[in-house]
């Protein structure tokens, strides 16, 4: 079947139509309705690198996670150990995510063993002295526990900034997890990008907190802070001088709701200075809980803190029901906004780092289209004269292969949502170099059996059988290499991998099977007896 | 019939008695080449691989560098080495990845906009590199080039013979090596895609030995007889014409990458240009040569059959 030229020229035309009709939709600026409805509408995928965007790796600090965990498990320790009346003091948080506590009583260490595995199973003792006849214990967490929550961190870090990202509305990012504790983040086209990356890489842990009233301020700043409290800060905007002052708040450590507990929050504009804020609105839970401390606090300051810094800590006239609240400071409408979707997305479990970033102006990326297209056209054309000079027909056939290898190349790439990149395009060009390289070789092959007498019909079988396999051994090869730079490769190199692997098979096919066809044509169908070559 | 021919057909150059010739040229410069990155402390890292940042920016008009030097040292990048990139344009590179990397293009921009009106230039390109991700790309990099050394070895030693995969293997580290040596020499940095056009001239080069060591194997076969010796200096000659026509078209797409392919690619397009030249020369002089010098160690069982 395969001697047929007809059945090898129909192969050949359905996979060049296949290529083509991949192609239309990157080609054709407008399509028609019943081709946007049914058939494949992508377009040929462009790296960041050519249309311009934003590329981030972020390093999620998975350990901060198991840190605050062990923070809240301290805390709840200390509670249950007082329910549980087991006398102890000093509970600490030391270095290598230890807690450590001491015994008063050497009676309360069995108690307090069984304490721990009923409440606390995940908490176990690493080990423990006695100091003047004080047991001293140094708890860990469990070690495949420490492990979930990081993973779970990670997850959960992926989802929130994939949240956010959707809210801020940007077409096709992508959000891809990276190792163990890394995310890539791909936005293509976005213009934005300190602001984008405000949004991403915002903990947004909303926290609120009691104002401690009963010390003094001035004191608590020269470093006398009262056990249990802290020192956090705010910005506070003057509005008649417009000056920023950074203002400290002494806080009860404890936090007593986040933002965990809400349902909704949405931008609105307040009636007094026209400024926008965030409206925010508890879950079931949270607003019985805002219910209660709004209750017993009547008359104190409830600071509403996120990520450390103290928004405003209003004066609680009387007991909130209903859930609702409002977070003021002086926003610009545009992070009133973004505060809102960080809030509706959630908190990160974590902190993340920002690892590498790199962005690619609009402007840039259309050039370096420019220059690749226009490299591409002039190798081309330089090529194509170069073989009609050298080879003559023959030269001609080699150059409609390579053509239709071009399109067969940008076709798959289509079909197989390969991402087109810069140094994608140099790939390309080099592929239009080793697909000459092909037909170089079988042309040299015909040319030495017809200089032993052969005629053209048993030249061209035995030129091309000769070549076939030198091509063959070294396409392959380079294929192999090709493939572990896919494999290894990151950004351009993996870019570069893709369509030079692609190029490799596309051009084995052209410049071999598809250059055979017009041979055998014209040795079988049309009888000629001399090649020009 | 006339053919249009570079090379006739009967050429007969004496390939393997340059051989030694050869390698010891090739051996100088990889020497000299060595010894020019350990003068200058290292092959000179882009922030890819060592870290830091970089940023293009784009002006209307040629901009004065001390005026842009000036403006950097009062947002403290007075570390950082400024150099015009193309018609107009600038790239600025900083070191260090300590202060505070998130909004280095916003400050830039910012610091620009006291000395420059608005719209007289734009920011075209930030790049930022921790110093982890650097390690990791660099790891990554060098373990891509040394698997894919791996699998060209298992391949050829499979499809050919140990020998051969050596030899293969050997011309393509030559190839390698000539290249990071020039490229250091002329003192241009390694970023991503010099690791790409590192990696594609070991598919040029081991494709082009391929081609040399199918022909040996071909003409051994035939020429029970002959000295490998003679077969090697058949096989380079009977293929010259070919590796001088793909290496030519190759480079002539090269150099029109190298002109006209943009900033990012210029850099690119000269490592693929001095590694193609330095892959056709080993293809002729140290791959083939290699095959014989095992010969000489360790006879194939093809030929001793004889």
Same mark, same amino acid.
């Given at each position: ?92 948080? #030391? ?106 890489? @915002? ?5 609120? @907190? ?11 700043? @020269? ?117 809102? #979707? ?175 066809? #017009? ?11 001399? #090649?020009?070559? | ?50 870290? $830091? ?14 005026? =842009? ?100 293997? =050997? ?29 594609? =001239? ?72 001095? $590694? ?31």
């Amino acid at each position: 079947m395969f001697k047929s030229i007809k059945f090898r020229a129909a192969l050949t035309l359905l996979i060049f139509l296949g290529a083509l009709f991949y192609l239309t939709p990157t080609v054709v600026p407008e399509l028609p309705d019943f081709w946007t409805k049914k058939l494949p509408k992508d377009k040929i995928h462009l790296g960041l690198d050519l249309q311009g965007g934003m590329h981030l790796v972020l390093e999620v600090q998975a350990d901060k996670a198991v840190e605050s965990t062990l923070e809240r498990m301290s805390n709840n320790l200390k509670e249950t150990l007082m329910q549980n009346k087991i006398r102890f003091r000093n509970v600490d948080r #030391i270095a290598g995510g230890m807690i450590s506590l001491e015994l008063t009583d050497p009676a309360g260490r069995d108690p307090f063993e069984k304490t721990l595995k009923n409440n606390f199973p995940d908490l176990e003792v690493d080990s423990s002295e006695t100091v003047d006849g004080r047991e001293k214990v140094y708890l860990k967490m469990k070690k495949d526990r420490a492990a979930e929550i990081k993973k779970l961190a990670v997850e959960q870090s992926l989802e929130t900034i994939r949240n956010r990202v959707d809210q801020f509305g940007i077409s096709e990012p992508e959000i891809i997890p990276q190792g163990d504790d890394r995310i890539l983040i791909q936005l293509p086209g976005i213009k934005d990008t300190k602001r984008a990356k405000n949004l991403i890489g @915002k903990t947004a842990l909303l926290e609120f @907190k009691i104002v401690d009233e009963d010390y003094s301020l001035e004191e608590a700043l @020269k470093g006398n802070i009262p056990e249990g409290d802290q020192i956090l800060y705010g910005l506070h905007l003057d509005r008649e001088t417009g000056r920023q002052a950074s203002v400290p708040y002494l806080l009860k450590s404890k936090t007593l709701l986040t933002g965990d507990s809400l349902e909704s929050a949405k931008v609105q504009i307040s009636d007094r200075f026209g400024e926008p804020n965030v409206s925010i609105k508890f879950n079931t839970q949270g607003a019985e809980d805002f219910d209660r401390i709004t209750g017993e606090n009547v008359k104190k300051r409830l600071a509403i803190v996120l990520d450390g810094s103290v928004y405003s800590a209003p004066v609680i006239q009387e007991r909130i029901s209903g859930g609702q609240a409002q977070i003021t400071g002086s926003f610009t409408m545009e992070e009133a906004r973004d505060l809102a #979707i960080v809030l509706r997305a959630g908190a990160l479990p974590a902190p993340v780092n920002i690892l590498e970033e790199r962005t690619v102006g609009p402007s840039l990326g259309q050039d370096s289209i420019t220059k690749g297209t226009w490299s591409c056209i002039i190798a081309g054309i330089l090529i194509f004269i170069f073989m009609v000079f050298y080879y003559r027909a023959s030269g001609l056939i080699a150059d409609l292969a390579l053509a239709m290898n071009l399109i067969l190349l940008l076709g798959a790439m289509v079909m197989f949502g390969a991402t087109l990149t810069l140094p994608g395009i140099a790939g390309i060009v080099l592929t239009i170099g080793m697909a000459v390289d092909a037909n170089v070789l079988i042309f040299e092959r015909i040319r030495e059996e017809l200089r032993t007498g052969k005629t053209a019909r048993a030249a061209i079988e035995a030129g091309y059988a000769k070549a076939f396999l030198t091509i063959f051994d070294s396409n392959v090869t380079t294929l192999v290499a090709a493939l572990f730079l896919f494999g290894f490769g990151t950004g351009p190199v993996k870019g570069f991998a893709v369509t030079l692997t692609i190029g490799i098979v596309v051009s084995m096919f052209t410049a071999v099977f598809v250059t055979r066809i #017009i041979y055998d044509y014209f040795v079988w169908n049309r009888k000629i007896a001399t #090649i020009s070559i | 019939m006339a053919y249009m021919e570079f090379i006739k057909p009967n050429t007969q150059i004496d390939f393997v008695r340059w051989m030694k010739a050869a390698g010891a040229v090739s051996l100088a410069v990889i020497v000299i080449g060595l010894a020019s990155i350990i003068w200058q402390g290292g092959l000179n890292y882009g922030i890819d691989f060592a870290g $830091g940042s970089l940023v293009q920016i784009k002006f209307k008009q040629e901009p004065h560098i001390d005026k =842009i030097r000036d403006t950097f040292e009062m947002i403290g990048l007075q570390n950082s080495i400024i150099q015009s990139y193309g018609t107009h344009e600038i790239v600025v590179r900083t070191p260090e990845t300590r202060a505070d990397l998130k909004g280095l293009g916003a400050k830039i921009e910012t610091s620009l906009s006291s000395t420059y009106p608005a719209g007289s230039f734009e920011i075209q390109r930030v790049e930022v590199v921790g110093p982890k991700v650097g390690k990791d790309l660099t790891r990554k990099a060098l373990l891509a080039i040394f698997f894919s050394w791996i699998g060209i070895l298992i391949y050829v030693g499979f499809r050919f013979e140990f020998r051969y995969a050596l030899g293969g293997i =050997i011309a393509l580290i030559h190839d390698v090596l000539i290249t990071v040596s020039i490229f250091s020499m002329m003192n241009r940095e390694y970023d991503l895609n010099i690791v790409a056009a590192l990696l594609t =001239i070991v598919g040029f080069s081991i494709n082009d030995t391929i081609v040399i060591f199918d022909r040996i194997r071909e003409n051994a076969r035939k020429n029970i007889r002959m000295e490998l010796r003679d077969v090697i200096n058949l096989s380079v000659n009977q293929t010259l014409s070919r590796t001088i026509l793909t290496s030519f078209t190759v480079l002539m797409v090269l150099i029109v990458l190298f002109f006209f392919g943009g900033s990012v690619i210029h850099n690119f397009a000269l490592v693929l240009l001095i $590694g193609t030249v330095a892959g056709v020369y080993s293809t002729v002089f140290i791959a083939s040569p290699i095959v014989l010098l095992f010969e000489k160690i360790k006879p194939s069982a093809i030929t001793r059959k004889k």
